[in-house]
């Protein structure tokens, strides 16, 4: 069962970048579909970017362009890098994964995963 563990988060303009990443324990990466997701205050989790377990990757259309996801097997670590930053990419933030025999299913459904991290705060300032 993986544990995941979210971290990068903060505050920053307009503009700027933000690194997140998600360490898993308990189980490596390699076996699992991963991904990001967020929740904005009044609105409902909605899928950012996933990957799957062969690298295929599929990225939301508010997003795309700007953000990028990656994974570390080795290292049990999900990424997702984020540039350009916009005051409505603020949210909470949480990494998500679902064991998998596909090497090339990708989802941005919540419901697809069934591990989820505690989150990580990014708030965007104008």
């Known amino acids: 069962q993986a544990q995941l563990v979210e971290s990068g988060g903060g505050s920053v303009l307009s503009g700027g970048s933000l690194r997140l990443s998600c360490a898993a324990s308990?189980?490596?990466?390699?076996?699992?579909?991963v991904g990001w997701f967020r929740r904005a205050p009044g609105r409902a989790r909605e899928g950012v970017a996933s990957?799957?377990?062969?690298?295929?990757?599929t990225y939301a259309d508010s997003v795309k362009g700007r953000f990028t996801i990656s994974r570390d097997n080795a290292e049990k670590t999900l990424f997702l890098q984020m540039n350009s930053l916009k005051p409505e990419d603020t949210a909470m933030y949480y990494c998500?994964?679902?064991?998998?025999?596909?090497?090339?299913?990708?989802?941005?459904?919540?419901?697809?995963?069934?591990?989820w991290g505690q989150g990580t705060q990014v708030t965007v300032s104008s």
């Open positions: 998500a994964a679902v064991l998998s025999t596909s090497t090339t299913a990708c989802s941005l459904f919540p419901a697809d995963f069934h591990y």
């Open positions: 308990g189980s490596t990466l390699s076996n699992y579909h």
């Open positions: 990957i799957g377990r062969g690298g295929s990757t």
